[in-house]
């Protein structure tokens, strides 16, 4: 019941917030803003739908961009079809037709790929991925080479007389799909396939006792999860008017990884959060810093080995202990984690700007600024300030977070009683 | 005719057979039981029988029809439903998902991914009345991996005869349970499976003894003696070769 | 005729120089059932680290230290990381390895900045071998062979004459017999995903002056090194190896081919006129499609056999 208000919630919030920035004076949106979060919507879909091939069906892709990328360039060219008047379809559902798109492919990729299971699945995944952003690159007639493809959207058939002339309209747009797509995406959750999809990730064998062939399950899956990429490469295409090889090659694929698995992968709402977060990130920190990969990469790491339930499992986890209205006993032993992480994570960050401004950044001829203030990095003493501060900070965390564990095994075994 | 049956099956794991010319003639209602020494085959019969494994020579027969060459999930949709011996359920769903996913195929729902659960009302109440069966309403919501050991064994028979098969193999349901737990799993078994063909591999004499109309030993991949509990409790080749081991 | 014979060495020297790094993935995959993804990542930190190295040592000693020091990160990787997530099934051992592939990458990035290093032949290697028809076969290129041929051969004789070597060779062949049978599992385990990385880094070593150091060239090899283990079959060194081979000739011959589908049509009466995408598929020459052949190989392969080349078990 009260997912369904936080859902609501987020909704008016992403139809209300291009109005927060709206520059009055100049009757002008923040163009930053809007193009930040038309882009959060395409990835939440790009999350949501690898979900359904990860946590969802346990199936470990490495091609989701593909289809991703075909929607994209297929919304394209039905785009240049519709503006000369070939095409008498509306803007409005392009990103449908593009998930037609999509799902063909993923009917054909499928096919082979969902014979294979766990590591091997894996594996054709990577080459059908690197196949087709080959082919990308070396095929100019449907792809355009390095260069891409482009489009103009103003191709005036619209079902409610819009132009998509301004980043807003075409920012509802995004909105609207994704919302539906999400919505269906929930729906899936609730049919016998979804369903099946659990029961194959847990257990293919015993799948297959009681009548289903697993095999099919996942194909099923994964030529959906295929169709609701596609929708999202289509709205890609809408928004910026080209699609080259990015939109489906590996750092995308990968990039769908780590937005549903850093949200989390074992709630339904965990990659949206994932998406989310991740775009604030590659928008906000990647023009601060260069490295910002490296936190990711790092992030993600750390997830693997101490979270797997990512962030959205973290929250979760919670539930019990605030159902018993016990979070207050909590309280204290989260404060004092924050100081020991606030060392580890300064340091490291120090570490890492230290070092990668020493190579990359001097190359660049910047300076580096750090915390407010312009640092050498030449000199012994940022370097063993960032040093002493990751390895203290480290250890610190090492002994707390024993401690945290205790009192959270201790309460977690008082509250299931 | 027969409920199941095996002509000569063969089974080699490379060069070794492990089931050497199994015949087996099981009528429909009965109730079986295969005991023998570990390593003479049990379990690999029954994987043969529900596909998991495919057979090296012969033929099974379920209902009059040849089943040997079906993948798993056919023989199960002809009507023959399997436990595992360890413990074989998903684990990561409620124990109610457990079930009801159980019931799907069955119930004609097949890959669907247009009704919505919740609104499959017949659907839900076979599942609630299946977990009332079971005992376990109480702990409907719970993950099944979070379930004690003989709940689990519950949950595990539950799935196995939730789709209605008419023929049913239980590969030692009541291993490592305690002797309340057993006498419980032996009483639900009898509930859940009136009616249907019961193939059962057991090490618990007095499970054996207490539930079967008929009794197969198997030894070294080979049918040594079968027939109603008082003929193969008479006869001399299984007591040396197997009860009088036991009984010493 | 001296075109071909001078790409089967080429070939040759290439394929051997894959076989190095898809037999450490081989091995490992085997040994513990986990896919490294960082395995190319690997070879390019063995390549930098022999950069490094050699300017203080030599080329010669950094041909064994840089493939140690790999050899000792791969430890640390088992230990620290792979070690921990273990019991959270394969999924998580392959996202963690996965996730390698990025840190290692910046890393790089980090430490040697964006640009090629300047890593060359060593001089006293840098001569024609021998001429051959006019073209001219470098005596890298054949050290390069002899690098590998002693490599093939010390794995040999590791995996046949060592007690290690058995355990391997078991787990092979049943890898669920391995951990029944009382060994230190985890000490083997470090010891295999060690000695993968160590083949790696002496595949970079070698392979970093052959092509280019540069942050991109994990990137680029790890895909084909992952198309020929998947070829060949996974699990299946003898399987690696003829799919390493014959990866090599394809890369290298493709590159000397000039002809298009269309070119073969041709004489069948077919001509193929216009510009459209079907044409423009049929009109590329198969030098532009090289880069694209080991993927169609493999989905090729996996289609008609799921297990690929000589590959026993599925995973």
Redesign the interface.
């Known amino acids: 019941m009260k997912s369904r208000w936080l859902i609501l919630v987020l909704i008016v919030l992403a139809i209300a917030l291009p109005w927060f920035f709206y520059d009055w004076g100049h009757h002008r949106h923040a163009g930053f803003l809007l193009s930040m979060l038309s882009q959060m919507g395409m990835m939440v879909i790009l999350a949501l739908s690898y979900n359904m091939l ?1 946590g969802q069906a ?1 199936l ?1 892709s490495l091609c989701h961009a593909t289809f991703f990328g075909i929607g994209g360039y297929a919304a394209i060219h039905l785009l240049n079809a519709a503006g000369t008047g070939d095409l008498p379809f509306p803007m409005e559902v392009m990103p449908l037709l593009a998930g037609l798109a999509g799902l063909a492919l993923a009917i054909l990729f499928g096919a ?1 790929a969902t ?6 699945f ?3 995944t ?3 991925g ?2 087709m952003a ?2 990308a690159l ?5 792809f355009g080479g390095e260069g891409g493809v482009t489009t103009n959207r103003m191709i005036e058939n619209s079902l409610f007389g819009l132009t998509y002339s301004s980043g807003l309209q075409v920012y509802y747009l995004i909105l609207a799909w994704t919302t539906l797509a999400a919505v269906l995406m929930y ?2 959750t ?7 999809a ?2 194959t ?3 293919f ?9 697993p095999r ?2 996942r194909f ?1 899956q994964f030529a ?1 999860s295929g169709f609701f990429a596609g929708i999202g490469g289509g709205l890609y295409a809408i928004t910026y008017e080209i699609v080259t090889f990015d939109a489906l090659a ?1 750092p995308l694929s ?1 990039n769908a ?1 780590l937005m549903a ?1 850093i949200g989390g992968t ?1 709630v339904f709402g965990g990659p949206i959060l994932g998406a989310i977060l991740i775009t604030l990130l590659q928008s906000g920190v990647s023009l601060l810093s260069n ?1 910002w ?2 936190y ?3 992030m ?2 750390a997830m ?2 101490f979270a ?1 339930t990512g962030l959205a499992g973290i929250v979760k986890a919670h539930g019990p202990i605030k159902h018993a209205g016990r979070m207050g006993s909590l309280l204290v032993p989260y404060l004092r984690l924050v100081i020991p992480s606030l060392g580890l994570l300064l340091g490291f960050i120090g570490l ?1 700007e230290l ?2 401004f ?3 950044g001097a ?1 660049q001829g910047k300076k580096l600024v750090l915390f407010g203030g312009s640092i050498d990095v030449n000199a012994t003493l940022p370097w063993a300030i960032s040093l002493g501060s990751f390895l203290l900070g480290g250890l610190w965390l090492r002994f707390e977070a024993a401690g945290f564990h205790r009192v959270w095994e201790n309460l977690s075994a008082e509250v299931r009683r | 005719m027969t409920a199941l049956s095996l002509r000569d099956v063969r089974k080699n794991f490379g060069a070794t057979e492990i089931i050497r010319g199994v015949t087996l003639d099981i009528a429909p209602g009965e109730r079986h039981c295969i005991i023998g020494p570990n390593g003479a085959g049990k379990t690999t019969c029954f994987n043969l029988i ?1 596909g ?1 494994f495919p057979i090296t020579s012969g033929e099974i027969l379920l209902n009059g029809e040849r089943i040997d060459t079906m ?3 056919k023989i ?2 002809m009507g023959l ?2 436990s ?1 011996q360890i413990t ?6 409620s124990v109610f ?1 457990n079930l ?3 019931l ?3 119930r004609s ?10 609104r499959q009302k017949a659907l839900n109440e076979a599942a609630e009345v299946l977990l009332e069966d079971l005992n376990l309403t109480a702990r409907r919501d719970i993950l099944a991996g979070l379930l004690s050991y003989a709940e689990q064994r519950a949950l595990e028979i539950g ?2 005869i ?2 209605g098969a008419s023929v049913v193999l239980l590969d030692e349901p009541t291993a490592g349970m305690s002797n309340t737990e057993t006498d419980y799993a032996m009483a639900l078994i009898r509930r859940v499976t009136h009616g249907k063909t019961l193939l059962m591999v057991e090490h618990d004499m007095k499970v054996v003894f207490d539930l079967a109309d008929t009794i197969t030993v198997l030894v070294y991949g080979q049918v040594i003696a079968s027939g109603s509990p008082v003929d193969v409790r008479a006869n001399r080749a299984v007591q040396e070769a197997y009860l009088g081991a036991l009984e010493e | 005729m001296e075109t071909i014979l001078i790409s089967v060495l080429n070939g040759l020297v290439y394929g051997m120089l894959l076989f190095m790094l898809a037999s450490g993935l081989t091995l490992i ?1 085997s040994m513990m ?1 986990v ?1 490294n993804f960082a395995h190319a990542s690997i070879y390019m930190l063995g390549a930098y680290l022999a950069f490094t190295v050699s300017r203080f040592v030599g080329f010669f000693p950094a041909l064994i230290i840089a493939p140690i020091l790999c050899g000792l990160i791969g430890a640390a990787i088992e230990i620290w ?1 792979l070690r ?2 273990h019991h ?1 099934g ?3 051992e ?3 390895t ?3 592939v ?2 290692i ?3 790089v ?7 090629p290093m300047a890593y060359r032949v060593p001089p006293s290697l840098d001569f024609p071998l021998f001429v051959l028809y006019g073209a001219n076969f470098p005596a890298y290129r054949g050290f390069m062979l002899l690098v590998s041929a002693a490599m093939l051969l010390g794995t040999w004789l590791l995996l046949k004459k060592t007690r290690i070597g058995l355990i391997i060779q078991a787990a092979l062949t049943h890898p669920h017999m391995v951990s029944s049978l009382g060994h230190n599992v985890p000490r083997v385990f470090t010891t295999v995903f060690a000695g993968g990385c160590l083949l790696a880094g002496l595949a970079g070593v070698i392979g970093g002056n052959y092509q280019t150091t540069e942050p991109g060239m994990a ?1 680029s090899m790890g ?1 084909i090194v ?2 020929v ?2 070829f060949g079959g ?1 699990g299946s060194l003898a399987g690696c190896f003829i799919a390493s081979v014959v990866m090599g000739m394809i890369q290298t011959f493709a590159v000397v081919i000039d002809y298009s589908v269309a070119d073969l049509l041709r004489p069948m009466g077919v001509m193929l006129t216009g ?3 079907l044409t ?2 049929l009109t ?1 020459p198969v030098a ?2 090289g ?2 052949l080991p ?2 190989m ?2 090729t392969i ?2 008609f056999r ?1 297990r690929g080349l000589m590959g026993t078990r ?2």
């Open positions: 990860l346990g470990f082979m014979k294979q299971r766990a590591t091997a894996a594996m054709i990577l080459g059908i690197e196949l080959t082919a070396m095929f100019h007639h449907f729906y899936l609730l049919t016998p396939l979804g369903r099946m659990n029961a990730r847990d257990n064998e015993r799948a297959q006792f009681i009548g289903y062939d099919i399950v099923l959906l590996a990968a990884l698995y074992t490295s990969l490296v990711v990469g790092v993600f790491i693997v080995i797997p890492v070092m990668s020493l190579t990359i190359a | 529900s998991r993948p798993p999930h199960n949709r439903s399997r595992f074989s359920i998903f684990q990561r769903m998902e009801r996913c159980a799907l195929w069955s729902y097949r890959y669907s991914f247009w009704s919505p659960l919740w799935m196995t939730a789709g | 995959f059932g896919l990381g921990r997530v959270n394969h999924i998580a392959l996202l963690f996965f996730g390698l990025f840190i990458q910046r890393l990035q980090m430490t040697w900045g964006m640009l990137e895909p992952f198309v283990v998947v996974l510009d459209t995408l423009e598929v590329v532009r499609i880069a694209l993927f169609v493999m989905v996996l289609f799921p599925d995973t």
